[in-house]
């Protein structure tokens, strides 16, 4: 395998896409949204029990490519406990690693084990793969009670047209 | 000379791929290091030197704005752009050449029809026939026409091969149909439906079809005649010609009858504030300055496969689906959506375990092109209950060593994701 497609579909990302964590339904929870990716057809639903502004269970469901799957599973193991302020923090720290851009100035939690994710810089289509999670946390923690769609974000258009 | 018995020396030049191949420069180039396998035709295809050459000449040499002026150039790039339309009319075996109309690809050839037949022509309580085959550009438009008559879009559903339901669509032709929409091959899962007997069906009720060509103008033969659809609509990018143009051909009668499409210059042939009156077939589909040059690269594009011969065509795109069937099936955990018995070059996969996004991320690092999603298709995507597939889609300078490339780039894949 080239050594390029090792920096996307590192070690910890194949790992987290075959055996994702906290892949599961949560009937207590309560808040919830779904995020959708016409680019993949992704469909997947984040799942929280929020206790007051801190997120005490989190909990992930849906079908969606390695990028993402693993990009839920990781996301959902470093926000528990975390308060929606440091959950959003991480968020634009997390997109600043994976669109090349700077990072956001100011506190907020480190990404230690989300590094992994800096490989997709190199794979513009692929961005919204790995926020798509994150966009739809984001909805969760709004309670904006909707599908978020990666395609009302970042990057250019995916897919809504061709044959 | 040995007087050993030679073979018999074949009755037409074998299909000389290699040749071919050299036509197209784009074709040579590498990809991630890797020599280009361009498996995405049925997205667009890739461009022959004939085309660019072509359309090149054309600025250079003829170049101006057509049916305005009395100058020479003018005039030159009429009679070329008029050539061009005669060229189309014989690709399809049209009766006249008023019967084409330019537009920018099958998309606007479809929208024509629905805004202009569909609009005079569908009204409340009717019925507009698709397949569940098409693309959304062949349903889109008529959910629009039909949310804005008060018609009803009804939908004849395919089976788990893939194929149109025949006796679904008997059934669903009634007095109420105004018009049938069908693809002539599915881009999907490359199904090529039995469009002349489906004609027939329909005209049996009175009602006129509408085929959408795209995937099918470069692969097989087409004979609108033989057909005797009302219309047939297709895209110049789709077969090795630019982009920004291609053929809506319609029956004369039909096209006398309808309302123009779009206002503007050249559709016309008197304005008064009070009254215009509009110009004679085709032009007054054609509105504005069209895609002059687009079409002298389509009818160059139509000499070059007919140089070919699509038949030859055919022939070799059917040797790649049935090579690249039997290559794709042998793999472990791949599925082959659409297995028509009828199908065009187009193989359309899903891979146990693995998401088509990540099948076409490591596929392209090895240079090779193929197509991952819903193919602008959702609803049969639904119906196989996937979100999406990967697609290899042929054209008439793919090899079966490309095939083999593919075949070893998926064994890759499933390398990486080996649980």
Same mark, same amino acid.
């Given at each position: 395998?080239? +050594?390029?497609?090792?920096?996307?579909y590192?070690?910890v990302?194949?790992?987290?896409?075959?055996?994702?964590?906290?892949?599961?339904?949560?009937?207590?929870?309560?808040?919830?949204?779904?995020?959708?990716?016409?680019?993949?057809?992704?469909?997947? #639903?984040?799942?929280?029990?929020?206790?007051?502004d801190?997120?005490?269970?989190?909990?992930?469901?849906?079908?969606?490519? %390695?990028?993402?799957?693993?990009?839920?599973?990781?996301? +959902?193991?470093?926000?528990k406990?975390? #308060?929606?302020?440091?959950?959003?923090?991480?968020?634009?720290?997390?997109? %600043?690693?994976? #669109?090349g851009?700077?990072?956001?100035?100011?506190?907020?939690?480190?990404?230690?084990?989300?590094?992994?994710?800096?490989?997709?810089?190199?794979?513009?289509?692929?961005?919204?793969?790995? +926020?798509?999670?994150?966009?739809?946390?984001?909805?969760?923690?709004?309670?904006?009670?909707?599908?978020?769609? +990666?395609?009302?974000?970042?990057?250019?258009? %995916?897919?809504?047209?061709?044959? | 000379?040995?007087?050993?018995?030679?073979?018999?020396?074949?009755?037409r030049?074998?299909?000389?791929?290699? *040749?071919?191949r050299?036509?197209?420069?784009?074709?040579?180039r590498?990809?991630? $290091?890797?020599?280009?396998v361009?498996?995405?035709?049925?997205?667009?295809?890739?461009?022959?030197?004939?085309?660019?050459?072509?359309?090149?000449?054309?600025?250079?040499?003829?170049?101006?704005?057509?049916?305005?002026?009395?100058?020479e150039?003018?005039?030159?790039?009429?009679?070329?752009?008029?050539?061009?339309? !005669?060229?189309?009319?014989?690709?399809?075996?049209?009766?006249?050449? *008023?019967?084409?109309?330019?537009?920018?690809?099958?998309?606007? =050839?479809?929208?024509?029809?629905?805004?202009?037949?569909?609009?005079?022509?569908?009204?409340?309580?009717?019925?507009v026939?698709?397949?569940?085959?098409?693309?959304?550009?062949?349903?889109?438009?008529?959910?629009?026409?039909?949310?804005?008559k008060?018609?009803?879009?009804?939908?004849v559903?395919?089976?788990?091969? =893939?194929?149109?339901r025949?006796?679904?669509?008997?059934?669903?032709?009634?007095?109420?149909?105004?018009?049938?929409?069908?693809?002539?091959?599915?881009?999907?899962?490359?199904?090529?439906?039995?469009?002349?007997?489906?004609?027939a069906?329909?005209h049996?009720?009175?009602?006129?079809?509408?085929?959408? =060509?795209?995937?099918?103008?470069?692969?097989?033969?087409?004979?609108?005649?033989?057909?005797?659809?009302?219309?047939?609509t297709?895209?110049?990018?789709? @077969?090795?010609?630019?982009?920004?143009?291609?053929?809506?051909?319609?029956?004369?009668?039909l /096209?006398?009858a309808?309302?123009?499409?779009?206002?503007? =210059?050249d559709m016309?042939?008197?304005? &008064?504030?009070?009254? &215009?009156?509009?110009?004679?077939l085709?032009f007054?589909?054609?509105?504005?300055?069209?895609n002059?040059a687009g079409?002298?690269? /389509?009818?160059a594009?139509?000499?070059?496969?007919?140089a070919? $011969? @699509?038949?030859a065509?055919?022939?070799?795109?059917?040797?790649?689906?049935?090579?690249?069937?039997?290559?794709?099936?042998?793999?472990?955990?791949?599925?082959? /959506? $659409?297995?028509?018995?009828?199908?065009?070059?187009?193989?359309?996969f899903?891979?146990?375990?693995?998401?088509?996004?990540?099948?076409? &991320?490591?596929?392209?690092?090895?240079?090779?092109?193929?197509?991952?999603?819903?193919?602008?298709?959702?609803?049969?995507?639904?119906?196989?209950?996937?979100?999406?597939?990967?697609?290899a889609?042929?054209?008439?300078?793919?090899?079966? !060593?490309?095939?083999?490339?593919?075949?070893?780039?998926?064994?890759?894949?499933? !390398? @990486?994701?080996?649980?």
């Amino acid at each position: 395998m080239s +050594t390029d497609l090792r920096d996307l579909y590192q070690e910890v990302i194949l790992d987290h896409s075959k055996r994702p964590r906290n892949f599961k339904p949560m009937p207590d929870a309560n808040r919830s949204a779904e995020g959708y990716n016409p680019l993949c057809g992704d469909r997947e #639903t984040v799942y929280l029990k929020l206790d007051g502004d801190r997120v005490q269970d989190v909990a992930f469901q849906g079908a969606g490519c %390695a990028i993402s799957t693993a990009s839920a599973s990781m996301m +959902t193991e470093r926000v528990k406990g975390m #308060t929606r302020k440091e959950a959003e923090e991480l968020f634009e720290r997390f997109r %600043a690693l994976i #669109t090349g851009a700077k990072p956001p100035v100011g506190g907020g939690p480190e990404l230690e084990k989300l590094e992994v994710f800096s490989g997709v810089r190199e794979y513009p289509v692929r961005i919204k793969c790995a +926020t798509l999670p994150w966009h739809t946390l984001k909805a969760a923690l709004n309670d904006q009670g909707q599908t978020v769609s +990666t395609e009302l974000s970042e990057g250019p258009p %995916a897919e809504s047209g061709g044959a | 000379m040995s007087t050993a018995t030679r073979p018999a020396p074949p009755a037409r030049p074998a299909y000389d791929v290699e *040749r071919l191949r050299r036509d197209f420069p784009i074709l040579s180039r590498r990809v991630h $290091g890797k020599p280009l396998v361009y498996l995405d035709n049925a997205a667009t295809t890739h461009k022959p030197s004939a085309v660019l050459g072509t359309v090149r000449t054309f600025y250079e040499h003829s170049y101006a704005n057509i049916h305005r002026g009395v100058h020479e150039l003018s005039v030159e790039a009429s009679e070329i752009y008029e050539k061009a339309r !005669e060229r189309a009319r014989a690709f399809v075996n049209a009766a006249e050449a *008023r019967e084409i109309v330019f537009v920018r690809g099958t998309t606007e =050839g479809i929208n024509l029809v629905a805004q202009t037949y569909g609009r005079a022509n569908v009204g409340r309580g009717d019925e507009v026939l698709i397949t569940a085959l098409e693309h959304h550009s062949n349903i889109v438009p008529w959910q629009i026409l039909c949310e804005e008559k008060g018609a009803r879009l009804k939908i004849v559903p395919i089976d788990e091969r =893939g194929q149109v339901r025949i006796d679904e669509l008997e059934k669903l032709l009634s007095e109420k149909t105004r018009i049938l929409a069908v693809s002539h091959v599915s881009n999907a899962l490359g199904t090529a439906n039995p469009v002349g007997r489906i004609v027939a069906l329909a005209h049996a009720r009175g009602v006129p079809v509408i085929v959408d =060509g795209a995937q099918a103008a470069p692969r097989i033969p087409v004979d609108v005649r033989e057909l005797d659809c009302d219309f047939y609509t297709f895209s110049g990018h789709k @077969m090795y010609a630019p982009t920004g143009i291609g053929v809506l051909y319609a029956k004369a009668k039909l /096209l006398e009858a309808m309302p123009p499409y779009q206002g503007g =210059g050249d559709m016309i042939s008197s304005v &008064t504030f009070e009254k &215009t009156t509009y110009n004679i077939l085709p032009f007054k589909f054609e509105a504005g300055t069209p895609n002059i040059a687009g079409a002298v690269g /389509l009818a160059a594009a139509m000499d070059y496969l007919g140089a070919i $011969g @699509m038949d030859a065509v055919e022939a070799h795109e059917d040797d790649l689906l049935s090579y690249a069937t039997a290559r794709l099936s042998a793999i472990e955990g791949l599925t082959i /959506l $659409g297995t028509a018995e009828h199908k065009a070059a187009v193989v359309s996969f899903t891979l146990e375990g693995v998401h088509p996004h990540d099948i076409g &991320t490591v596929l392209d690092r090895e240079g090779i092109a193929v197509r991952t999603g819903h193919h602008c298709a959702q609803p049969v995507m639904d119906f196989f209950k996937v979100p999406a597939t990967a697609r290899a889609s042929f054209g008439l300078y793919n090899t079966r !060593e490309e095939v083999d490339a593919l075949a070893r780039g998926i064994e890759k894949v499933q !390398e @990486m994701f080996r649980p």
